[in-house]
Structures are given as C-alpha cells and as structure tokens.
C-alpha cells in the first residue's frame, strides 16, 4: 500500500476497505469449499462472480475513487476475484471427478462373459501342416508343384522305374480305375499311390534346374484303423541340377526337420530301396516326444517311437537315372535327389494324435482347436 | 527273413558277447531292416528235462478226458522217484519221451510251475508242448514226444535249443539274396569285417549223362536246371531235432524229413528245391510253357487252370509242378505211414531233387495271376543266385544221405543256357561325386569287392558284379555298394542353392485364401474320403442324366458299397455332419476344398509309354486326355445355429442365406462378385436353390449352387432339418477373376442420402430391382443397401415392399438438394418401367 496522500482529501468508500474485501473473499472461498456437486458449485459461482456479486460489486466503485487510490483498490480487488476464479476451478475439477468415478463405476460391466456368439472356424491341421512344410521349401526358393490325384500308370509307376510285374509294383497297393469298355479292360488308370509322380511331371514340363515340392493326397487299399488311412497325405521334394550329391540330401533333410520341429533335431539315413532314387535310404529324425530318452529306460517307455529313439519319416534318396531317362533329362550331365514323407503321421507325433481315425472324420471338436495356422 | 542268431554264428565268428540287438544295429547301417529280434526263451528257467513215461491211468468223469501218469526224470527231481503228472493231452503212450517241467520252474511268459491239486490229485509239474516251451505250435495242439534216444534227466533246455534270438528283416525287393542265411552273413561279415564261411562252397560232382532226363524247351524261362537222385531212403527216418528247431525258428512248420530238408537248404542258400517222388514222375521231366486250359491240383490242394504264359515242369502225363511257385499233388512226397498188411512203415523211399533258376518276371506273374504267392516264388521273384543252384542240390543230396540214411545216385543232371558274367563300367570317382564325399579309389575297389565283385582297372572301373546281385546294373548301384558300407550316417550335411523361386502361383495363393476365408467365416474344415456310391445320388434326389452321375469306379474299392469316387463335395460334408450331429454338436459349419472327379465317358486306356525316353508332347497329352475332369471345388454344409443365443439376446438358426454367403465369400477371394439366380437343383429345396454365377470373358458362367437342402433329402440321409449347403468350382472362378484391382477413387465432398421403399411383385427378385435402382441412379450413386423387406396386410396379398438407402456422392463438388433427389427420381424411374414397382408413401 502506498503512503498516504497528506494533500488528498479521501472519500470513504466502505466497500473497497481491505478488511471488506478479505471478508468477501472469506466468504467465497467458503461457500466454494462448502459446495458438494456440481450444481451447488453453480450456484457458488453466480453468487460470487457473477454481475451482482459483492466482488464486482466491489469493482464497479473503484471508478468513484481519486485516481491515486484506484490502483490500490484496484489491485486490491483483482487479486481477491483472482483467487475465487481459482478455488472455483479447482473444486471444478475435483466435483467432476468424483462424479466421473461414480458414473464410471455404475457403467461398470462383467468382462469375464463369455462371447460365443459366432463360433470360430478352424482349416483342418493336415492341410496347414502341409503348408507349412511346403513354406520351409518356398522359403529356400523351391516352387510348389501339383498333379492330378486320379493319375496314369505311366507317371504313377513306369516312369518312376517300377517294372511291370517287379515285386516293387506290388509293395503299394494300388487302387485301379475302371475302364470304359467292356469289362476287364485296364484302363491303365490308379489312384496315385504317391506323391511321386509329380516328380515325374514336373521333369517331363520343365528345364533343369529344378527344385519343387508337390504336397498332396494319396491312396493305398488299406482299412481305416489307428494307425493306417486309405488316404493320406505326403509332401514330395524334387532337386535336379548339376553336381547335386547326398550330401546336399542330407543337408536339406537337416534343415526341414529343425525348421519344422526345432534347432537341436537330427535325422539319420539307413540304406533301403525305392524303384526310383539309387542310392535309396530311410530317413528318421530323433523322436520329438523323447528326444532319444527312453533307449535303454525301461522306466519311461516312449509310445511314440516304440522306445527306438528315432521316428521314420519316409524314403529318398538319388533320382535314379533311369528316372531321368524317361522324363528326357540328361543324366550325364544333372543329378538330383528327391525324398517324399508321410503329412498325417509326423501331424501325429508332432500334436499327440493318438488315432488315425480323428483326422478323417470331421470331428469339429478335433479340428477347432487348431485354428487357422499350426 | 527270420534269422537265428545261433544259426547265423555258424558261418561268421561273431563276438561270443554279441546281442541281438547289437547284429541288428549293425545290419541296419548297412541297409538290412531289421524290424525286431526277438528273443527266445526269455525268462525260461529250468528244470526242464527229458522224462519217460512209466505209467498212465486214465481219469473218468470229468468233462474231458484227464490222465493222471507217473514219470521217469531221473535225477532231476533229487529223489530219482517216479513224477506223478496229471496231463490233460492224448497223443503219447507209456514208454514214450517226453519234455517234464518240473516245480520251480518259469516257462515263458513268466508261467511259474508249482506243485497243484487238480482233478483229484497233485500235479507235481507238466508234460510240456511246444506251445508252452515257445517253439511255436506243431498243428497237433499235443505234447511233444522224443525220439527214443535221447537220455531220462537230460536238460530239454539246451536239447530243444529254446534259448535264442531271431532278428526278423523285412528284405526289400532288390536284396533278394538276404532271403539266405547265406546272403544275410555276407552282410554281418561285412558289417563286421570278419571272414564268411560260405555255405555254398561245396565239392559238387561235373554233370554227366547218367542223372535223371530233363528237357528244358523255355531255355528264356528256365536258365539252368540241376537233378540229383537219392535212393533208398529210410521211410521211419525223422527230422532231427536241430534241423526242426531251426526251421521252426525261421518260421516254418516241419513237416517230413525229405520237405524239410529242401526247406532247409532254401533257408541256408537262398535257391528254393523241389523233391519229387520218384515212383511216380513217368518219364523225363519237362520245362515248358502251360497250353491254354491245361489243369494241374497244386500241393495246398486246388486246382488250376493255366494260362499259356505259366512256366510249368511236366511228366510224360503233363504238369506236376508250377514252375517256382508251386509243386503238384500228384508227385507229392508220400508221408511215411504203416503199411494196413504187414504193419511196416511204408513212404517215399527214392526222390528227384529239383534246383532250378527261373525268370523272375515269369514267376512273379505266374504267382499273382494264381493269387499264389510261395516262399519260392517269393525268392524267384526277387531273384536267386543261379550259381548256386549245383551247391544246393549237393546240399539236399548231403543230407538227405546223411539223415535219411539214403544213397547218393551217380547221375547228375544239369542244362545251363550259357550267360556271361555281368559287368558295369564305372568311372573310380562315380560313388564320390554321388556322395559328396572323397572316397578315394583304393576305398571304392575294397568296398565292391566286399560286396562280391571282381574289380579291374585304374580311373575307369570295370567291375564284374557277383552272381547273387542280379540288382547291380547302373553305376549308381555301385555306388550305393560303397556309400552304405562306407555308412549313411558318415554323410557330411551341405545344402544346395536353388535359384531364385517365383513362390506360391496365383491359384495356389487362391486355394488357401478360399480355406481362410471360410475357416474366418466359422466354417470347421472337414477332409472326406472321395469314395462313395450311387445310392447317395439317389438319396440326393439327382436325376439319372444328371451329369454327377458320371463318376470315375474303382476295380478294387475297399467297400462294394462306395466304388466311385465323388462327384460333388456335398455328400462328404453331409456325413460328417451328420456324424457330428450323432456325437451331439448340433450348431454346425463345415466346409471342404478339393477335386471332384467327373468321367466323360470316352477316356480311352492310357498308353504304357516306354521309359528310354522322354514321351512326345502328343503322347503326354494322352496320357493325360485319358484321365477323367478334376476340378476343384469348395463347398459347405450347414445346420443348427448359425449365431448362439446368450447374454446378448436370441441366437439365429443358420439358413440358405448363409449357404450362398458362403459362396459369395469364396467368390470374393477369387476377386468374384457373384451373380445370383432362382434355381431349382437336386438336392435343394426348389424354392430357397440359388445358382451361383459369374462372368468368364463377358459370358455368364454357373460356378455352383447353394441353398436349403429338399426336406425329402434331408429325410432319406437323416440330416437335422434345414440343413443347408454350398458348393462352386475354384477353377471356374479362377477363370473368373478379373486380375489386379483398380483402386477406388475417394472424394471427400459431403454424402447425400436419400431412401426409397418400392413395392413389386412376390416373384420379382431384389436382384432384379437393384440392378434397376443402380443403373438408373447413374453415376452419382456411391453405394445402395436394402435394410428391409417388408410384406403385410397394407400392401395387399402377393407384394412386398423393399426399403433401398441410396448414397449420393459428386467427385468434384457438394452435390445439392435437388441434384440428389433427380438421381433418386432417375433410380426410382428406372425400378418402376423394369420390375412394376411402386413407390411407397
């Protein structure tokens, strides 16, 4: 406050008296606090700041006073209304948010209901396991190669080096198709028994090199049990190029089996015959259940490889020449390795199908759980 | 091929600690399958002893016959006192050795012997069978009885060898000399790197023109043919104990000494034998092809007639014998049997043995067109070591003097069509740039020498293969020789670099997409056999001419019942339904992709092209022009509901709407929109049947149907009731698809909506009043919905009201009032002249 003006002669105003103006102030500050929602808090305010509330009202004889005086009045005043703006938007906020927290807690739901309005679909698991094999390859720049399911003996068998009448011929057992004509009349027809005729396909279309997959259905006359299909699913690899070696067999089946099933698996080649590759071997991979453990422990028997420690997966080996030969290949100048394994049974050690017989029946209730991808 | 360890001890000096197990480990990286080993005797614990039979009473009333018999077991049983044994079987006498098992004993299978009361009395131990010892049955379901000479109290235990191991191996088809001991030693010895003693190295006498006639007219068929003769065979002579023992062990029944021991020496050297009963062969035997119609009763009994291609052996009277495969009953060794006059044992006392080689194609069909398929054949098939064909016959000669107490006749028969050894010519890198591996020369020439073959030469090998391996041929079958001795599991791991690959085709990505689609749908993918039958046409209600009558059959199907393959999706999808529905899941969704198979009718015989080369383009096409349709389909079932009732408010049943949503859904991934039409179709109800179309180049094209299935089909398949159904060609979409999408243009001018309710006739399609709508509309128009069909009493029987919301939108401007509402009016004009609609309210 500045010192009094000896020269001035002073004009009582009794509203702008400090004491008046904190008493004012007491009393909005007060009624501010004492407001207990927001529609209180509304009357507050019009009581206190609006037009004819005792602070404006305050304000408006500032004009009456000499002008050595309006500062202090005015700076007086101010400062009280400053602070009523102030405690009303504080207790603004904190009235709104005890009203958000109560709306907010009456609007509360219980999220643990269950929605299961539309049920989820599901693809079966053989078909994306096979695309997931068929990836692995794609992946390594080998392309996805198909035939037909209903296929000529040709490409089913002779191509593939299996002599009539050779014993090999009978090891599958084939499905004939029926001819046209009269009755009797071999309509040189099967149900491939394979996935290897593909092979056969794609070397008669295209130019070496050639690397592809051919995942796909087949059938063999056996009756459905729990642990045999009339119609499965293999995955056929086809590699032909110059100066490919078992080696490079051997390599590839390495890297399929960790992809497909983790970095510390392994596989092992036996010798064995296929019409087809020369040199032909068994490829098994330590058994995923496992892993080799139960070899010697009685205790803890392994029902997935019969306590082996290892799982067959099916055969390969070299393109046998001859195979060259008759798909017009040079077999002077390319050799090439193939192998081709059963889809269903590695489904089945890899996810603990117990029976052949529920991945062909349909069974939503087997089939849903495995979603869109495994 | 089931081989006893201690039988194949005798040609290889194996570790005396060897297993089992061990061989077969070894024999397995090699490239024998050695599926099991099984081990004999196991858990077998004595005394098991050799015992005389004392006396025999014989126990009434009970249900069978009972004999309750005193034993002599010596000192087996610490006392030297007669055992009395209760004993439920018949087929011995007093005087008679048997096999005692005596109390404290364990038979296989963990049989804990004890002394017992059964029958009245106490059992102290058991007349063994062989069942019980676990040799296998003999076919009489008896006990066993001893030759006579064997001493009371000798331990049975080692007399019966019952203590072994048998590895059983699966020989695949090129290894036909594995089905040998002989062969399969070779193998252990080289796995082992120890000397074989090979049985086939025998003194054989020259041939000489004093042995039994033969005359071979097929030399192509019959390449060599050896005849011995013994005489004077003893008839009571009986087949050693160690002779049975090994046959059983290999898996075959003993049955006269002159059977088994052509049966041995096939076991030992791979080279099946016939014995033929001299008396009654009339005149010089014959090799020759059958004549049509020719019959001859095979040893198991049936009577066949042959074909013109059957390798048969003859007599002056005609066939006694299918070549390899079988011999005839009427040349049958006689068992020996006691002579109904003078009491003595009469039987076949002089025999011609048979060592022949055979084409093994010529077996192998002879074999399959008599369904016949004989351990002889099975090795013809496979092929048989045409060296060994004299060895063998000496061996069967060898024992037959030997154990039957015959003559060796002097005569040796033997017609051999001359063929040169076999050699393949081979680079000495082959099997390295095969493997991937540095062999190195002097390891390629030791390891195909192993194998049996005579190696010559420096960089180019020719190598002469061994009479046994008719499979070596191709340079690459040498190299497998060293690459499987050298070991697989010595293979180093390197991976190749293909160049770079195009990924998935567009119809591959299209294939999984669609299974997405569907599965996101809620749509579970269920995998069908393809097999089925006509009478599932007929519960679909498809007509005779209906083109899915033409299916593809199966010679041999697994059911006479379902001999087609399927020509449509929907009745695989609806027994899986229906099986779920009977396992009590009743709100069902499935769907299948994959090929349908369609016959034209004209497919004419694919052709046997030769394989020397590559086919031409035309015969490829018709191989291929000779296989039936294989389109790929999708398709879906439907029944229950289709959205559950919960928490949320009422569940909806699935309907036809969904069936042909399903359709669109695939369509889309296709980059189809689908055109859709009133049909009536087998197997759906004639009023909810949609066509499913699409445009191809311009023409509209039927890719599938869908809709709710006829209630009578429904009925006849036990299906829940509006079961509903989809099913469309992939292929035909694929064809449909329209390429890369153009990408919209947005604008972001102001919308203007405007909504319209037309009335039209019950039988005016929407799809009919869209199209109106949207072309009258004109180019302003941005989208148009239907959000109601209404029908009621206001509108008067036979008409419906739709209720279209129609967005306008201008790419440059805001449109106006006025602007939007002359669309509408154009839209509306254009509904009302097309389908007589009428503008409501």
């Known amino acids: ?374 | 091929m089931r081989v006893p360890l201690s039988w194949l001890r005798e040609y290889v000096d194996l570790p005396a600690t060897a297993t089992g197990r061990d061989v077969q480990e070894k024999l397995i990286a090699v490239g024998l399958e050695v599926e099991t080993v099984e081990r004999l005797g196991e858990g077998l614990k004595g005394p098991l002893v050799v015992g005389q039979v004392l006396t025999i009473e014989e126990l009434e009333g009970f249900k069978k016959p009972i004999r309750f018999c005193t034993v002599d077991v010596g000192q087996a049983n610490g006392t030297g006192e007669p055992q009395e044994i209760v004993c439920g079987a018949r087929n011995f006498s007093v005087g008679d050795k048997v096999v005692v098992v005596l109390p404290g004993a364990v038979l296989p299978g963990d049989f804990k012997i004890a002394a017992r009361k059964t029958y009245g009395k106490t059992s102290h131990g058991m007349i063994c069978s062989g069942d019980e010892l676990g040799m296998g049955d003999d076919g009489t379901h008896g006990i066993i009885v001893l030759p006579p000479e064997y001493e009371v109290g000798t331990d049975a235990i080692a007399l019966l060898e019952l203590v072994d191991e048998v590895l059983d191996i699966a020989v695949t088809p090129d290894r036909g000399y594995c089905l040998s001991m002989r062969g399969v030693a070779r193998e252990t010895a080289t796995a082992y790197g120890l000397p074989l003693r090979d049985p086939a190295l025998l003194d054989v006498p020259p041939p000489n023109a004093g042995g039994y006639p033969v005359q071979v007219s097929d030399p192509m068929g019959c390449g060599r043919f050896t005849a011995r003769t013994v005489a004077g065979l003893e008839p009571e002579a009986r087949t050693p104990l160690w002779l049975q023992r090994r046959l059983q062990k290999a898996g075959m029944r003993p049955v006269s000494l002159a059977v088994d021991i052509t049966n041995y020496v096939m076991l030992e050297l791979g080279q099946p034998l016939h014995a033929y009963d001299r008396t009654t062969v009339s005149g010089p035997i014959g090799v020759r092809r059958a004549t049509p119609g020719e019959q001859l009763t095979t040893l198991d009994g049936t009577k066949r007639v042959l074909d013109a291609a059957d390798l048969v052996i003859t007599d002056d009277r005609g066939p006694i014998g299918l070549a390899g495969v079988m011999g005839g009953a009427n040349t049958e060794i006689a068992a020996a049997a006691a002579d109904p006059e003078t009491g003595r044992l009469r039987g076949t006392t002089d025999v011609v043995i048979e060592a022949a080689h055979f084409d093994a194609l010529s077996i192998a069909r002879t074999a399959r067109r008599h369904k016949l398929s004989s351990e002889a054949a099975k090795r013809f098939e496979r092929g048989v070591d045409p060296e060994a064909a004299s060895a063998a016959a000496q061996r069967a000669v060898d024992l037959l003097v030997l154990l039957a107490g015959g003559t060796a006749e002097e005569g040796v028969t033997e017609i051999v069509t001359p063929s040169g050894p076999r050699t393949i010519t081979v680079s000495a890198d082959h099997p390295d740039k095969v493997a991937g591996v540095a062999y190195g020369r002097e390891t390629v020439v030791r390891r195909l020498q192993q194998v049996g073959c005579d190696v010559y030469g420096q960089d180019e090998l020719v190598v002469t293969v061994p009479s046994w391996r008719p499979d070596l041929s191709e340079p690459n079958d040498l190299a497998e020789e060293v690459i499987r001795l050298e070991g697989y599991e010595n293979l180093p791991s390197t991976l190749p670099l293909p160049p770079a690959g195009r990924g998935l085709t567009e119809r591959q990505r299209l294939h999984r997409r669609v299974g997405r689609a569907l599965a996101g749908a809620g749509y579970v993918e269920a995998l069908n056999y393809p097999f089925t039958g006509s009478h599932v046409l007929d519960q679909l209600g498809i007509e005779q001419d209906d083109p899915r009558r033409a299916a593809v059959t199966l010679v041999n199907p697994l059911s006479d019942e379902e001999p087609d393959l399927r020509t449509t999706l929907v009745p695989g999808l609806l027994g899986a339904l229906r099986r779920n529905y009977g396992r009590g899941t009743h709100d069902l969704a499935l769907f299948e992709t994959g090929p349908v198979f369609r016959a034209s009718g004209d497919e004419k015989p694919a052709s046997r092209l030769v394989v020397d080369r590559r086919p031409t383009d035309d015969e490829i096409a018709s191989l291929d022009a000779s296989l039936p349709q294989q389109p790929r389909r999708a398709a879906v079932v439907l029944a229950g509901g289709r959205e559950q009732a919960g928490w949320w408010g009422e569940g909806r049943p699935a309907n036809w709407a969904d069936a042909i949503e399903a359709g669109r859904t695939v369509a889309r991934e296709a980059g189809v929109e689908l055109i859709v039409r009133q049909d009536q179709h087998a197997p759906f109800h004639p009023g909810r049947c949609a066509a499913l179309l699409a445009l191809v180049d311009g023409e509209e094209v039927l890719v599938g149907n869908a809709g709710e299935l006829h209630p009578r089909v429904t009925k006849a398949m036990s299906l829940p009731e509006r079961t509903c159904a989809m099913e469309i060609d992939l292929d035909r979409l694929e064809r449909a698809g329209t390429g890369p999408l153009r990408a919209p243009k947005i604008s972001a001018f102001p919308v203007a909506t405007q909504d319209v309710a037309l009335v039209v006739d019950d039988s005016v399609p929407a799809a009919e009043v869209e199209s109106a709508l949207r072309e009258g509309a004109g180019e302003l128009l941005e989208s148009l919905r239907l959000f109601d069909v209404f029908t009621g009493e206001q509108l008067g029987a036979g008409k419906k009201s739709l209720a279209y919301a129609l967005r306008f939108r201008a790419a440059d401007r805001t449109l106006t009032a006025e602007e939007a509402s002359a669309a509408r009016d154009a839209a509306v004009a254009t509904a009302v002249e097309r389908t007589g609609a009428v503008l409501r309210g």
């Open chain 1, 1 to 374: 406050m500045s010192a009094p003006n000896k020269s001035y002669d002073p004009v009582e105003v009794e509203a702008l008296k400090p004491e008046e103006i904190a008493a004012r102030l007491d009393e909005a500050l007060a009624a501010i606090a004492a407001a207990d929602d927001l529609e209180a808090l509304r009357e507050v305010k019009v009581a206190h700041t609006g037009d004819r509330s005792p602070l404006a009202l305050a304000n408006r004889e500032i004009g009456a006073l000499p002008p050595h005086a309006k500062a202090d009045a005015g700076k007086r005043v101010g400062q009280a209304r400053g602070r009523v703006n102030q405690a009303l938007k504080a207790r603004q906020e904190e009235l709104e948010a005890e009203r958000d927290a109560r709306v907010l807690v009456e609007e509360a739901v219980d999220v643990t209901l269950p929605y299961d309005r539309t049920p989820a679909g599901a693809r079966h698991p053989l078909t994306t396991f096979m695309e997931r094999v068929a990836d692995v390859f794609v992946a390594m720049g080998y392309e996805v190669a198909e035939g037909p399911e209903v296929e000529a003996e040709w490409f089913n068998f002779d191509a593939l080096n299996f002599v009539p009448d050779h014993p090999a011929r009978q090891m599958q057992d084939t499905f004939f198709v029926q001819g046209n004509g009269t009755e009797g009349d071999e309509s040189g027809v099967v149900l491939r028994t394979h996935t290897s005729p593909v092979q056969a396909r794609t070397l008669v279309d295209r130019e070496p090199p050639v690397y592809v997959v051919c995942p796909g259905r087949v059938y063999r006359t056996d009756e459905l049990d729990a642990t045999h299909s009339p119609v499965f699913h293999q995955i056929e690899l086809l590699a032909v190029d110059e100066g490919l070696t078992m080696a490079d067999l051997k390599g590839t089946l390495d890297h399929m089996v960790r992809a497909l099933f983790g970095p510390d698996m392994k596989t092992r080649l036996r010798p064995n015959y296929f019409p087809f590759t020369e040199p032909s071997a068994e490829m098994d991979m330590v058994c995923y259940v496992c892993r080799g453990e139960s070899v010697g422990n009685p205790d803890r028997p392994c029902r997935t490889c019969s306590s082996e420690g290892w799982i067959e997966l099916g055969g390969c080996g070299m393109v046998n020449p001859k195979v060259l030969i008759a798909c017009g290949v040079d077999p002077e100048k390319y050799s090439g390795f193939a192998f081709g394994f059963g889809i269903d049974r590695m489904l089945m050690f890899r996810h603990n199908v117990e029976d052949m017989r529920d991945m062909f029946e349909g069974d939503v209730r087997f089939t849903r759980p495995f979603g869109m991808e495994i």
